[in-house]
């Protein structure tokens, strides 16, 4: 058969329409929805791409989704192309070293763990750490020494975890091998490092940050000051979350002469895929470039944009803002708590009712991702569907009378998804033992196999190895009362949840 033949209208011609592909199709369609977009990826649909930059990229998508043939350098080993994309990248968000990650943040932050601990020695971690924190830890047999955050009592949300913490763990467990917080988080919470910099370092050990939510921070003198400013070791940031790389495209950067370079790209090459995506790549490097020749200006246009926004819905009654001096300015968080709305419930209401998708929503808040990509249009459109769905709920409560929803939930949530619980098991012996499906309800006493968390934002409630009990069931039911997802549980016969634990003798 011919080149032709297969290329011509005889195999390939199938209209679009009959092309019963479900996940492409259902991508088109929320394409056609024109929704606004305050979630991530941070180019906002392709808008965050200069414009001939997008149109090349879009032209020649398929043709330059290749492999590592002669002069395409290769991310495993890279000496042309992609090391001098990666060192230009380095330059730009202040690193010594920096790697490209086609298997998003969550292979960065293994290569973190796995470079820095050897198998049975100790991390010290955040108990509001990212899922994929406790996923290093298993893949790597570490024992984890937990250190927990302070909440803010007004919003109930986590603003990371105090150095005073860290002092503590470090001083039970002086053979620990290296700490790892987030920030900034979900929520956009940033404090200062210096202290915890100093502290590390005067323990021999290193910083490893993940600053997910943070590669744009460094680029403007409003926001926090970066990670690797204050000389953190390893810092590994989602281009894809607040900047415009592709979705699964992130960067892993070092800092100093603890971490040997070589160490991380062996650990890299185990972790990422042989066959990394050149697209992924490209997208990563055309958005440092973007960042190293107009980074300052556009971070900025963001937070103009997030501050007008801020403005506005700080005089509707009824709504709160949250701000604090040391945040991310572009994550917008607002509750509608005091007019008896959910942040579950709210986040539905503006997108069943105005089209609108947030990134986040918690018993309280939604969080919406304001980038450079936005326009100053979606943005009002946004605050002008937040401002109707607060008008509507303060009809809806004079005429119905108070309402169950009220603030402290997400307080007394976040308190105990930050708890300590009994750990039976290290996490890595409790994911590889045998295991078994328990109803929820009959599971108080048995052993967690496997994370269960809030998605979004990932954050345990019990890891692998912790035993559950009573006070896990009723937050558990009272989350998912108010719209929460968990990832961990599934729904068994006539609906009841089921959890994995760890079978019954054995190990």
């Known amino acids: 058969m011919s080149k032709t033949q297969v290329n011509g209208s005889d195999l390939l011609n199938i209209p679009l329409e009959e092309f019963d592909a479900p996940l492409f199709q259902t991508l088109l369609g929320y394409v056609r929805q024109h929704a606004l977009r305050f979630h991530m990826p941070g180019h906002k649909g392709g808008l965050g791409f200069p414009p001939e930059v997008a ?62 601990c050897k198998e049975g020695q100790k991390i010290v971690i955040p108990r509001d750490a990212h899922l994929s924190v406790i996923g290093g830890v298993i893949l790597a047999g570490l024992q984890p020494v937990f250190v927990y955050p302070d909440v803010d009592p007004e919003w109930g949300v986590s603003v990371g975890v105090p150095t005073r913490e860290y002092e503590r763990a470090l001083s039970e467990h002086p053979d620990a091998k290296a700490c790892l917080i987030t920030r900034p988080n979900y929520y956009g919470m940033a404090g200062d490092l210096s202290v915890l910099v100093e502290l590390c370092h005067d323990h021999g050990i290193p910083l490893l940050v993940d600053e ?30 607040t900047l415009g790389s592709l979705t699964g495209s992130s960067m892993l950067h070092i800092k100093g002469e603890r971490i040997h370079p070589d160490r991380v790209q062996r650990m890299l090459a185990i972790l990422q895929s042989t066959s990394p995506s050149y697209l992924l790549m490209a997208s990563i490097d055309i958005t440092a470039t973007l960042m190293r020749l107009r980074g300052h200006d556009l971070v900025e246009r963001a937070i103009r944009l997030s501050d007008k926004a801020r403005e506005r819905l700080s005089h509707v009654p009824g709504v709160r803002v949250l701000s604090r001096p040391v945040m991310d300015k572009c994550k917008l968080s607002v509750s509608m708590i005091e007019l008896g709305l959910a942040g579950f419930e709210l986040k539905n209401r503006l997108m069943d009712e105005h089209n609108a998708r947030v990134e986040l929503a918690d018993f309280e808040n939604v969080i919406a991702f304001v980038t450079y990509a936005d326009t100053e249009g979606d943005v009002d459109a946004l605050v002008d569907a937040m401002i109707r769905v607060a008008e509507e709920a303060r009809s809806e409560r004079a005429a119905a009378g108070p309402s169950s929803r009220k603030r402290g939930d997400q307080a007394r949530f976040t308190q105990h998804l930050f708890a300590p619980a009994e750990r039976a098991m290290l996490p890595r012996q409790a994911t590889l033992a045998a295991h078994e499906l328990a109803r929820l309800h009959d599971s108080p006493g048995r052993v967690c196999a496997e994370v269960v968390a809030p998605y979004p934002p990932g954050i345990p409630l019990l890891y692998p190895g912790e035993i559950i009990d009573q006070s896990h069931l009723e937050i558990i039911e009272e989350a998912i009362s108010l719209g929460a997802v968990f990832r961990g549980l599934a729904a068994g016969p006539n609906g009841q949840l089921i959890v994995t634990v760890v079978k019954a003798g054995k190990s």
């Open 212 to 241: 997910a939510h943070g590669p744009h921070i460094h680029l403007h003198e409003a926001m926090p000051r970066s990670a690797l400013s204050y000389g953190a070791d390893m810092v590994v940031q989602s281009t894809h979350k």
């Open 55 to 116: 149109e090349a990229f879009k032209r020649n998508v398929l043709a330059i989704d290749v492999t590592e043939t002669r002069g395409m350098d290769n991310l495993h080993l890279p000496s042309g192309c992609i090391r001098q994309a990666q060192d230009l990248a380095a330059q730009t968000f202040g690193a010594d070293r920096t790697f490209f990650l086609t298997n998003g943040t969550t292979a960065g932050v293994h290569a973190m763990i796995m470079t820095t």
